[in-house]
Nanobody
Framework: QVQLVESGGGLVKAGGSLRLSCAAS????????MGWYRQAPGKERELVAT???????SYADSLKGRFTISRDNAKNTVNLQMNSLKPEDTAVYFC????????????WGQGTQVTVSS
């Protein structure tokens, strides 16, 4: 019933751009801080960016200026515009919904692969 579905991943060359999108159910989207996380092979999952229900965005320090997170309320989606991609950005990118309502669980998407060639 509740799903987060990522799209937009792919293979790009260093310096290129990709735009990821995550579609969420309406009820989860409305009450949640949405986020993007990534996990490279052999590495821990790490925060990329988050955006609150009110539209306040935060980023990993190393990604500021290259990545932009946004919400599309009409479509119940969260997007991640990735510019000036580097090989070290290669990872599986996961969409995350963290509801502000006490007792509600955190939801994760299945992930979408982003590969940046040098």
């Amino acid at each position: 019933q509740v799903q987060l579905v990522e799209s937009g991943g792919g293979l790009v060359k260093a310096g290129g751009s990709l735009r990821l999108s995550c579609a969420a159910s309406g009820i989860i989207f409305s009450f949640s801080t949405m986020g993007w996380y990534r996990q490279a092979p052999g590495k821990e999952r790490e925060l990329v960016a988050t955006i609150t229900a009110g539209g306040s965005a935060s980023y990993a320090d190393s990604l500021k200026g290259r990545f932009t997170i946004s919400r599309d309320n009409a479509k119940n989606t969260v997007n991640l515009q990735m510019n000036s991609l580097k090989p070290e950005d290669t990872a599986v990118y996961f969409c995350n919904a963290e509801p502000s309502v006490t007792g509600w669980r955190v939801y994760w998407g299945q992930g979408t692969q982003v590969t940046v060639s040098s």
